[in-house]
C-alpha cells in the first residue's frame, strides 16, 4: 500500500522536527478508506489522506493539538461512528491511531523506507499504549527485525505476530489484543509495497495528459522518447524523462512486472516497441494506443515475424478501460481511460485481502 506515507513523514520529520502519524486502524463498514491508510500531519503541512470530510478534518485537528502539547508523546486510538458522530452518510467505524513522533523515529523509519524502495514487505508494530508513552516501533520483515517495543517479552510476541500476518496475503492495519497488556494493545501495519513501474513511449499529447494523471498515482514513471524538445519543463516528482534515439533499448531495463504504455507519434516505431517487449514475458501490462484496425495490421505483421497468437492476444490496443466504450477522441480522455485501465490491472494482480479486524494473540509460556 504504502503509498509514500514514509517518505511524507521522513521529510515532515526533517523540517519541523515533530509530526503526528495518523492510519486507519479499523474499518466497519462503509468507510471513506481502507485500514492502512495513512496521512501524515505537521504544523504547517498535510501528506496523505485517511478519505478526506469530516474524518480527516477531526483527525488533523486532533493531530495539531497533540504537536502543541508537550506531554502527548505516543499512541493512542480514537473510534469513529462516522454517522453518529460525524455526521457522514457512509454509516461506518472508523478507527484511528494517533501516534506522536520526533526525530527519533528514524530508527524504525529508515529501515521501513528501505523495505519500500526494495520491494520487501514488512510490517509495523506499535503500542497502543496512551497519549503519554513512548512512541516505539518494530520493523519485521521475514528475515530481520528493527527497533523494539521496550519489553523484551513483548518484541518476542509482537515478531511471531507480525511474521504470522506477513506469511499470509493481506495488508493493512489491525489492532491486536495482547494476554498480557490488555484489550487492543498493539497496532500491527502490514505493508506489502506494490512497485507501479510504468515505461511510457511517446511525449505527444496522449503521453503528456497521461503523465500529469500518473503524477497524482503511486506510480514511477520513465518517460521515454527522442524528441528532447516535445517535453514540458515541469513534470510530476515521480516522472523520469528519458531522451533516446533508441527508446526500444529501455525495454531491456524495465523490471519485472513493468506496465508498458506505447503512444508514439510513428506505428513504424510502435512496432518496434511492440517486438521489443514481446521478446520479454514478465511486463504486467502491454498498451499500444490506436484502433481496431491497427491492431489487426500489427498482429499480421507481428506473426510474419513469427510471433505467436497468445503473445499478441495480451496485447492491449485499443488502448483504455476494457469492456467500457469511451468513443471520446480528446487525448485527455484518451489519458484517463489508460490510466483507469492500468489501475485496475495493477489491482487485479495485486492479490490482496482484507485485513482482520482485530485477533487475540495467546501466550503460550
Known sequence: ???????????????????????????????????????????????????????EYEAMRIAREALHDGGVTGTWIVRYPLAARLGQCCGGVATLAFSKLDRLASAWLDPAIACTRTGSPFALVSRVAGASEAAMRLVVTKDDVRGTLGDVSLDSDAIALARTRLAGAGDGAALVRHAREGPASLLVHVERPDAFPVWLFGNGHVGRALVRILGVVPAR?????????????????????????????????????????????????????????????????????????????????????????????????????????????????????????????????????????????????
Open 221 to 365: 514513471v520513465r518517460w521515454v522518447d527522442a524528441r528532447a524538445a516535445e517535453f514540458p519543463q515541469d513534470v510530476p516528482a515521480n516522472v523520469e524523462i528519458v531522451v533516446t534515439d533508441a527508446p526500444e533499448d529501455e525495454l531491456q531495463d524495465a523490471p519485472p512486472g513493468a506496465f508498458v504504455v506505447v503512444t508514439t507519434h510513428s506505428h513504424a516505431l510502435d512496432l518496434v516497441l511492440i517486438e521489443a517487449a514481446l521478446a520479454r514475458d514478465d511486463w504486467r501490462y502491454l498498451g499500444l494506443i490506436g484502433s481496431k484496425s491497427k491492431r489487426a495490421q500489427f498482429e499480421r505483421r507481428l506473426a510474419a515475424r513469427g510471433f505467436a497468437a497468445d503473445a499478441c492476444a495480451r496485447i492491449r490496443c485499443p488502448i483504455g478501460v476494457e469492456g467500457v466504450a469511451v468513443k471520446a477522441k480528446h487525448p485527455g480522455a484518451i489519458a484517463v481511460a489508460i490510466a483507469a485501465e492500468l489501475l485496475v490491472v495493477r489491482e487485479a494482480s495485486a492479490h490482496r485481502a482484507d485485513a482482520p479486524r482485530s485477533v487475540d494473540l495467546v501466550r503460550n509460556r
Open 1 to 55: 500500500m504504502t503509498d509514500n506515507w514514509l517518505d511524507a513523514l521522513a521529510e515532515a520529520l526533517a523540517r519541523e522536527g515533530h509530526a503526528v502519524l495518523v492510519v486507519v486502524a479499523t474499518a466497519q463498514g462503509s468507510t471513506p478508506r481502507e485500514t492502512g491508510a495513512a496521512m501524515i500531519v505537521s504544523s504547517g503541512h498535510c501528506a496523505g489522506t485517511i478519505g478526506g470530510g469530516h474524518l
